[in-house]
């Protein structure tokens, strides 16, 4: 194996969990399909390359009228099939969660149990997707005791959603939600946020909100009145 695959399988190894179910499938998905193609065994699993069985059996049974060099051939492919085969299994199979694998033990081949994962929590995604969204348009600075748990709340659910579909939610939705849901009393912070020239990221933007004063002198009232850019903006909440 050349040095490129295994620093990729290494780097593959260190970022795979175990499959929990719809909400880490795409991620899940995306990192086991990569380490079965560096480990070349992708091919089993997709179908690609299928079990010489068929051919093997009518070599033997043709064994007396051809070639000892063509059983020794077709018994090779199958030996090389099987091989893959057991470590495709092996390696899906080693990262599946107990309660997943309770739920696919019977299954005898890697690509029947690959399918039945794909169909069981593909189908899953849409509904998991739908039901965590509405949870994040629901987060708000009221819904939370504190603007840590509102941050850390709405970076979770960012996360899992990401999991589901990777990059659905991107950075700057990320502080959109940030800035918007976290309520009227954070208006001069949010204002300052917003008219700051320096690159920003979700992260930074969170740990602002999360630490402000809570004494209302720093966070502003309802109805604050925010200067930003020269301009006096009046600010009510709906």
């Keep these: 194996m050349r040095e490129g695959q295994v620093k990729l399988i290494s780097k593959i190894f260190q970022e795979m969990l175990p499959l929990t179910g719809s909400d880490n499938f795409a991620t899940w998905k995306r990192l086991i399909t990569s380490y079965l193609k560096a480990r070349q065994v992708w091919d089993v699993v997709s179908g690609d390359l299928?079990?010489?069985?068929?051919?093997?059996?009518?070599?033997?049974?043709?064994?007396?009228?051809?070639?000892?060099?063509?059983?020794?051939?077709?018994?090779?492919r199958h030996r090389e099939w099987s091989r893959r085969e057991a470590e495709a299994y092996h390696t899906i199979f080693r990262y599946l969660s107990p309660n997943i694998s309770m739920h696919v033990v019977g299954l005898e081949t890697s690509r029947d149990l690959w399918n039945e994962l794909e169909e069981r929590y593909r189908r899953m995604e849409l509904a998991t997707f739908c039901e965590l969204f509405a949870q994040l348009r629901e987060t708000t600075g009221d819904s939370c005791a504190s603007a840590r748990e509102f941050v850390d709340r709405v970076r979770m659910l960012v996360h899992?959603?990401?999991?589901?579909?990777?990059?659905?939610?991107?950075?700057?939705?990320?502080?959109?939600?940030?800035?918007?849901?976290?309520?009227?009393?954070?208006?001069?912070?949010?204002?300052?946020?917003?008219?700051?020239?320096?690159?920003?990221?979700?992260?930074?933007?969170?740990?602002?909100?999360?630490?402000?004063?809570?004494?209302?002198?720093?966070?502003?009232?309802?109805?604050?009145?925010?200067?930003?850019?020269?301009?006096?903006?009046?600010?009510?909440?709906?």
Excluded at 52 to 70: G, M
Excluded at 168 to 191: C, N
Excluded at 220 to 236: D, E, F, K, M, V
């Design 50 to 76: 299928q079990r010489p069985d068929c051919l093997f059996k009518a070599v033997r049974q043709r064994a007396i009228d051809v070639r000892l060099e063509v059983e020794i051939q077709a018994f090779e």
């Design 160 to 238: 899992r959603l990401n999991a589901i579909a990777p990059g659905s939610i991107g950075d700057r939705a990320h502080i959109a939600m940030l800035l918007t849901q976290i309520g009227p009393e954070y208006i001069l912070i949010v204002d300052g946020i917003q008219n700051d020239k320096d690159p920003v990221n979700s992260t930074t933007i969170g740990n602002r909100l999360a630490n402000a004063e809570t004494d209302g002198t720093e966070k502003g009232l309802s109805h604050a009145t925010a200067r930003g850019n020269g301009t006096i903006c009046q600010y009510s909440p709906s």
